[in-house]
């Protein structure tokens, strides 16, 4: 039976997919951090993501600002699926997004297709 009244605390329905990259050891950490830097036009709902810019001072974020047909596949993506992270972990490359509720929450065709892609310039790094 559920409570009809539940508390106000608690586990929140927050999701969070990562697609982890296997790497040997890597020698240097900044060549791998590296997130979107996002542009847009308008306000709440309207907003519109215009262009999309590595933010990252290492080898990815430079070989990753130079793959327009990327660039062009992301800026086609909603604000909060456009919003990447990349970061390195013990012996691998965490790729990730936003956090998104349960209703949000899912990879389409698109998204792995990116991801994907990001993936292909780590191993190339």
């Not at 240097?28 to 907003?47: C, P």
Request: proline share 4%; hydrophobic share 35%; aromatic share 10%.
């Amino acid at each position: 039976m559920q409570d009809p009244n539940p508390l106000p605390w608690g586990a929140l329905d927050r999701y969070q997919a990562h697609f982890i990259v296997r790497m040997q050891p890597y020698d240097n950490v900044i060549d791998y951090v590296t997130k979107t830097k996002l542009s847009t036009k308008g306000h709440f709902s309207s907003k519109k993501l215009l262009k999309i810019t590595w933010d990252g001072t290492g080898k990815l974020a430079r070989m990753l600002n130079q793959d327009d047909s990327l660039n062009d596949l992301i800026v086609k993506q909603s604000i909060d699926d456009a919003t990447i992270y990349i970061e390195p972990t013990d012996n691998a490359i965490r790729i990730r997004s936003k956090w998104k509720n349960h209703l949000d929450f899912g990879i389409t065709s698109e998204l792995f297709e990116i991801y994907d892609k990001i993936a292909g310039h780590i191993k190339k790094v």
